[in-house]
């Protein structure tokens, strides 16, 4: 069973950064690619960020490209979302996922974390 644990989601202001935190269980890294998805008040869960574990490629949704960033630390389980110049459109709750290939799809992930919440004021 793969557990995941999001952490490190608050309220910034627009501009500023956060760093969220996907602890996974231990195997998982071997088995599965990590991505991060969001949802917003009243809209469908979207893709925002994926790592290949086997391979390292990332791949990010457009609005978010050359702001967040997608890491993971081997030794510590752990897959990382740094997002910087933060503005409103990007508050939401943010997701951590795994499934056997990065797809930018809900439906190609097998395993889900609880969500934590990214507000970001104007």
């Known amino acids: 069973q793969v557990q995941l644990v999001e952490s490190g989601g608050g309220l910034v202001q627009a501009g500023g950064s956060l760093r969220l935190a996907c602890a996974t269980s231990?195997?998982?890294?071997?088995?599965?690619?990590m991505a991060w998805f969001r949802q917003a008040p009243g809209k469908e869960r979207e893709f925002v960020a994926g790592?290949?574990?086997?391979?390292?490629?990332?791949s990010y949704t457009g609005s978010v490209k050359g702001r967040f960033a997608i890491t993971g630390d081997n030794a510590k389980s752990t897959v990382y979302l740094q997002m910087n110049s933060l503005n409103p459109e990007d508050t939401a709750v943010y997701y951590c996922?795994?499934?056997?290939?990065?797809?930018?799809?809900?439906?190609?992930?097998?395993?889900w974390g609880q969500g934590t919440q990214v507000t970001v004021s104007s």
């Open positions: 996922a795994a499934g056997r290939a990065m797809v930018p799809r809900t439906e190609g992930y097998e395993y």
């Open positions: 790592i290949g574990w086997s391979t390292g490629m990332t």
């Open positions: 231990g195997r998982t890294f071997s088995r599965y690619s």
